[in-house]
């Protein structure tokens, strides 16, 4: 069964679905309002607006043009925006670079992308990001000068480190080019034109580099940004790297499409983060769901200045008054890099009617979906099965995939989630498919058994993973982080899961962690593949 939405808006946007007809529009109208603030270093509207056009204009005057791929390596902050704006107010394709990558890893991704120009700061946390280039590019090293031929990177030409470097390889910027030049550049931008190529998080393989095109992002971001209740005057904590899809959409084009200021930092940490909150008064915040718990158990917590938050995110910051009663009525959408994020919704200010508790929402505007067995047919509602999506803001395709290896012939990407819709089109998403657990012939939904696990008030972090076990393939094993001074043991934990769960569900060996031994990814996330051989080994 295809569940399709209920309407199809198509926004109607102050601009056109480019780019540079955005940057321009935004730093315009938001001219005199901060974008952006990372320590002591502020970026207005429209600084981000004359500086973007400089570094724009000097990019044309090199060479670089519609089509050219330019990797961003920079923290969130005005450095990130800066050089995500002039990179594609041009037509060149933005390839944001994880600031966490190791020498192998930044070697894979500017050759997987054909990153021809590298945008870079010089260091990050003690990182040196111009000896790690050294390290990861085979012959860099070795250039005399900043037009690069190199064997192991043979599309890579020029390298820009931002605020300079004394190496030969470095490139200075030239002159940027007349803006005669630069307004005829933007003007040739299409909407179909790809915008920034994206890199999943690659929990279980290689990350792949998603496409993705102007008018889809744009329209997805502006979707996304509307369904909140933030403009010109808000600030809006932002931890999300511009990197990974949620931060590029989220934070990066919403605030400028919505004229509110991203708060940004370079790392977390519950009491510096608490402080910047207080300090730069913030009013919402967007992040992971641990990071609301980890500020509200932070000792500071009680005496930092958080009275000008609102939601709809991090629930236990706000006043007891504004909270959602029950925060696990609450929606978190299912999104991924290839959808630019989400491609259900419900908004989250509305709690979902009780029998609906799990849902992940319906479908997106403008999002179809369908549910397929492992043979590609259709099932029925209620019934699980693999989730694909086609529409909305999907991705153009994925660097080294043909398009029949991306999508089906009826133009739907097969996710690798899984889950089902009920009667009323409610999806409800049980899991990766490689992540659901078997046991003794049964299959079961970390995902579902988590939910259970956090609700329960002593229970900071849980994580449900499958266990080796010789007998009955999979042993359903629950990973706890308690709060601090709670107390809850397994015999417990077993009875008050079994008020909701299936016996079969219910995890037969409990594990307490301290949080700080819980192993986590580049993204934030429970990495599980590393907790499952900590558990084993």
């Excluded at 901060?34 to 207005?44: M, N, Q």
């Excluded at 709809?312 to 009525?329: F, I, Q």
């Excluded at 609700?455 to 849980?462: D, K, L, N, S």
């Excluded at 769960?501 to 593949?529: H, I, M, R, T």
Aim: aromatic fraction near 8%; hydrophobic fraction near 40%; include cysteine.
């Amino acid at each position: 069964m295809v569940i399709a939405p209920l309407t199809r808006p198509h926004p109607d946007l102050p601009f056109a679905p480019t780019a540079p007809a955005l940057i321009r529009w935004s730093t315009a109208t938001f001219a005199d309002q901060e974008l952006v603030v990372l320590g002591d270093d502020r970026l207005r509207f429209d600084e981000a607006g004359a500086r973007s056009a400089a570094l724009a204009g000097s990019l044309l005057a090199e060479g670089v043009g519609k089509g050219t791929r330019v990797g961003v390596l920079a923290p969130n902050g005005p450095d990130a925006y800066v050089a995500l704006m002039a990179v594609t107010r041009i037509g060149a394709v933005a390839v944001p670079i994880n600031t966490f990558f190791v020498a192998s890893e930044l070697a894979w991704v500017l050759d997987d992308a054909d990153v021809e120009v590298l945008l870079t700061v010089p260091s990050l946390l003690g990182n040196d990001y111009v000896a790690r280039l050294e390290e990861a590019v085979t012959g860099l090293r070795d250039q005399t000068g900043p037009e690069l031929a190199l064997d192991s990177l043979p599309f890579l030409r020029r390298v820009h480190v931002l605020g300079g470097s004394d190496r030969p390889w470095a490139a200075p910027l030239p002159e940027p080019a007349s803006e005669a030049r630069l307004a005829a550049a933007e003007a040739r931008v299409m909407p179909a034109d790809d915008h920034f190529v994206i890199y999943t998080s690659g929990s279980t393989a290689r990350p792949k580099g998603v496409i993705h095109t102007h008018a889809p992002t744009i329209r997805q971001a502006w979707f996304i940004a509307s369904q909140h209740d933030w403009g010109e005057g808000d600030r809006v904590y932002v931890p999300l790297p511009f990197f990974w899809i949620g931060g590029l959409q989220y934070a990066y084009l919403a605030s400028l499409q919505f004229g509110w200021t991203a708060i940004c930092e370079t790392r977390f940490d519950p009491g510096e983060t608490l402080r910047l909150l207080g300090r730069e008064r913030v009013t919402a915040t967007l992040g992971w769901p641990h990071v609301g718990p980890a500020l509200a158990g932070h000792p500071d917590f009680a005496t930092t200045d958080l009275s000008r938050l609102k939601g709809p995110y991090h629930w236990e910051l706000l006043a007891p008054d504004v909270r959602m009663p029950d925060p696990g009525l609450q929606v978190y959408p299912l999104g991924m890099s290839e959808t630019a994020t989400s491609h259900t919704w419900w908004p989250a200010e509305l709690p979902l009617a009780p029998d609906k508790r799990g849902s992940v929402g319906q479908p997106a505007p403008g999002w179809d979906h369908k549910i397929v067995d492992g043979t590609g047919d259709e099932v029925p509602v209620g019934v699980d099965g693999e989730i694909c999506v086609r529409g909305g803001s999907l991705m153009r395709g994925i660097i080294g995939r043909e398009r029949h290896e991306t999508f089906d012939a009826d133009g739907y990407y097969h996710t690798g989630d899984a889950g089902h819709f009920d009667e009323d089109g409610f999806l409800y998403f049980i899991g990766r498919m490689g992540d659901l657990v078997k046991t003794a012939g049964a299959s079961v939904s970390p995902v579902e058994v988590e939910a259970v696990l956090l609700a329960m008030p002593e229970v900071r972090e849980a994580s449900v993973v499958g266990l080796p076990d010789d007998e009955i393939g999979q042993r359903v094993c629950g990973v706890v982080v308690l709060h601090d001074g709670a107390s809850l043991d397994a015999d417990e934990l077993r009875a008050r899961c079994r008020q909701d769960l299936s016996a079969y569900k219910v995890p037969k060996q409990w594990v307490f962690l301290g949080l700080d031994e819980v192993p986590y990814g580049a993204s934030d996330k429970v990495d599980k593949a590393r907790l499952i051989e900590q558990l084993t080994t």
